[in-house]
């Protein structure tokens, strides 16, 4: 089993910045990959970005690409999303999952075995 904890999240205005942190425990030696997805009201969940564990790899979605980035902190077990310039409709909740299967930063949500409980990010025009 695999638990993960998000945190970071907030109210901003247009234009600022959060910093969302996924603290991962248990079994993480078995995690391939994690990634952040987000759900706004009334919409579905949407994969915003992903990075592999060993390696390093990452995957933005393109309404994300050049203000936000992912890391991660292996000796932590955390991974992170520092989110800039942001906008009203990156608004929603914000999900840090975990994938176990290896092959590329997985993009569906149907890839992913383990997912937190979420971490409100509210950004005012």
């Known amino acids: 089993q695999v638990q993960l904890v998000e945190s970071g999240g907030g109210l901003v205005q247009a234009g600022g910045s959060l910093r969302l942190s996924c603290a991962a425990s248990?079994?993480?030696?078995?995690?391939?990959?994690m990634g952040w997805f987000r759900q706004a009201p009334g919409k579905e969940r949407e994969f915003v970005s992903g990075?592999?564990?060993?390696?390093?790899?990452?995957f933005y979605a393109d309404s994300v690409k050049g203000r936000f980035t992912i890391s991660r902190d292996n000796a932590k077990n955390t991974v992170y999303l520092q989110m800039n310039s942001l906008k009203p409709e990156d608004t929603g909740i914000y999900y840090c999952?975990?994938?176990?299967?290896?092959?590329?930063?997985?993009?569906?949500?149907?890839?992913?075995?383990?997912w937190g409980q979420g971490t409100q990010v509210t950004v005012s025009s």
């Open positions: 990075i592999t564990r060993s390696v390093g790899t990452t």
């Open positions: 248990g079994r993480t030696f078995s995690i391939y990959a």
């Open positions: 999952a975990a994938s176990l299967r290896g092959f590329g930063v997985p993009i569906q949500g149907r890839s992913y075995d383990y």
